[in-house]
């Protein structure tokens, strides 16, 4: 069965520092790959996905991620998080055309002002 | 445009009861999927639907749980004899057609507690 592992649970930063939080996959076919954020009170949102293509995906608010097929990885990056950025952040695998995907079980981030 | 509704955002629940859980999707969109959210674990995929059809249902536990998404009005994900166990987190997605997570639109969920 696919899974995906988030290796960071918990996450506590100051701002301005960088941020990296880890994503892995065990499915070896075609993937569809995504991270989202969910913000205290808020619906889960899109951050930024990858389909295909340059595999350094820039997506919303200063966030990008790198996906390296070799390692199964597709982690998530900011160079200066702000407060703002204190949420829950998930990220999903699709296999290549499905809609089921599987999700990890979440990084909480906090950022002190 | 109205996003995804869900409600109620909190239910309790007593052992034995049902929970009803609504879900209004985005105007336009015909497409409603359900998740649930267990403490400490991801959001992991239980039904999707159609209006008045059920499409995929392969993470829906067999016994107890059903969805319907009628021709009028929301989903309904119904829960019966509730335990300790369905305690979680339960998200709503829509999309205009069956669509990869990058196009469903996500509600802000249903939290239910089963005391």
């Known amino acids: 069965a696919q899974s995906v592992s988030q290796h960071n649970h918990h996450v506590i930063l100051s701002e301005a520092a960088s941020l990296e939080l880890g994503c892995n996959y065990s499915?070896?076919?075609?993937?569809?790959l995504f991270w989202y954020v969910q913000y205290p009170g808020q619906h889960l949102q899109l951050l930024l996905k990858?389909?295909?293509?340059?595999?350094l995906v820039k997506g919303i608010k200063g966030f990008e991620a790198e996906f390296i097929k070799s390692k199964f990885s597709f982690n998530l990056r900011k160079p200066s998080v702000q407060w703002s950025d204190t949420a829950e952040y998930f990220c999903?695998?699709?296999?290549?055309?499905?809609?089921?995907?599987?999700f990890g079980r979440g990084t909480s981030l906090i950022v002190h002002p | 445009n109205a996003g995804v509704m869900q409600n109620p955002r909190h239910l309790v629940r007593r052992r034995g009861q049902e929970a009803r859980l609504r879900c209004s999707p985005m105007?336009?969109?015909?497409?409603v999927y359900w998740y649930r959210q267990l403490p400490e674990e991801g959001l992991k995929f239980m039904v999707y639907?159609?209006?008045?059809?059920?499409?995929?249902e392969s993470g829906m536990p067999k016994e107890r749980f059903s969805a319907e998404f009628p021709k009028e009005g929301p989903s309904i994900l119904r829960i019966q004899q509730v335990v300790r166990g369905d305690s979680a987190a339960y998200f709503c997605?829509?999309?205009?057609?069956?669509?990869?997570?990058?196009?469903?639109?996500f509600g802000p969920g249903t939290r239910l507690t089963v005391l």
């Open positions: 499915y070896g076919g075609t993937v569809n």
């Open positions: 997605a829509s999309s205009p057609f069956e669509a990869g997570t990058d196009t469903q639109y």
């Open positions: 105007k336009g969109h015909s497409h």
């Open positions: 999903a695998v699709n296999r290549g055309g499905s809609y089921i995907p599987t």
């Open positions: 990858y389909f295909s293509g340059d595999p």
């Open positions: 639907l159609q209006k008045e059809n059920i499409i995929d």
